[in-house]
């Protein structure tokens, strides 16, 4: 399998990864496709600069040098990455933009998950703040098409975040309701990172997107 490279430079790759594909499996295709990655070894992951659930597609990052590695983890940590995503949530969202923050942490009664706790709860506690905001990009008559933006990088933000507002991504077998409705054809949570936007060494500010892939597109076709 090649990965699609949508960019490349001296410092960093642009990956389009797959639905179906986790990140912790393409080291192994990276190496094999730029033997070179190899030389920032497995403590900077190959140059990988951040993560994507297994069933998410869209843009992942790659730095080429231990120093770009370093610059743009540096970027991510400190809030500087602008990340969009678009999403299909169950249900009509009556807002036409929000935001939602909250504490989250792991799930006490599955360790797979992710929960959102409030502050008062005793198991509160060390649990780390998350923001995401969204707006709405389309109706249909049971799911509603979204734009998100996590202004924070928690594992599994946007689907948690989502489902504790009542609209659980369409397809996500996770953290969606008991026998709530998925799209003929889904066969994956719907949710795309589309777009990256964020500061380089060189004081510039660079925007690279991601189209929505065919399936996901062929889903909204059905529904429109």
């Known amino acids: 399998m090649l990965l699609k490279i ?4 001296d410092i960093v ?3 389009d990864k797959p639905a179906a594909l986790s990140v912790s499996d393409i080291p192994n295709l990276l190496i094999n496709q730029i033997p070179e990655q190899k030389e920032l070894g497995e403590e900077m992951r190959y140059g990988i600069v951040h993560r994507l ?7 992942l990052l790659v730095a080429k040098t231990p120093e770009s590695f370093k610059f743009f ?20 969202v009556k807002q036409e933009e929000g935001s939602i923050t909250t504490l989250l942490g792991r799930a006490p009664s ?15 506690k060390g649990k780390r703040e998350a923001e995401t905001a969204y707006r709405v990009l389309q109706r249909f008559e049971d799911y509603t098409l979204l734009e998100v933006k996590p202004k924070t990088g928690r594992k599994h933000q946007i689907r948690v975040h989502l489902a504790s507002i009542g609209h659980p991504l369409a ?36 925007e690279f ?16």
């Open 209 to 224: 997107t991601s189209e929505l892939p065919k399936d996901l597109n062929e889903i909204l076709k059905k529904l429109s």
């Open 171 to 206: 397809g996500d077998k996770m953290y969606g309701f008991k026998g709530q409705p998925t799209p003929e054809g889904l066969n994956r949570h719907f949710l795309h990172a589309s777009s990256l936007r964020i500061p380089f060494p060189n004081d510039t500010i660079e």
């Open 53 to 59: 659930d297994k069933d998410t597609s869209g843009l």
């Open 6 to 9: 949508l960019s490349k430079n």
């Open 73 to 92: 983890q540096e970027q991510f940590k400190q809030r500087k990455v602008e990340k969009t995503y678009i999403c299909l949530v169950v249900g009509k």
């Open 110 to 124: 599955d360790r797979r998950k992710q929960k959102v706790f409030l502050p008062a709860d005793p198991k509160a």
């Open 13 to 15: 790759l642009v990956l």
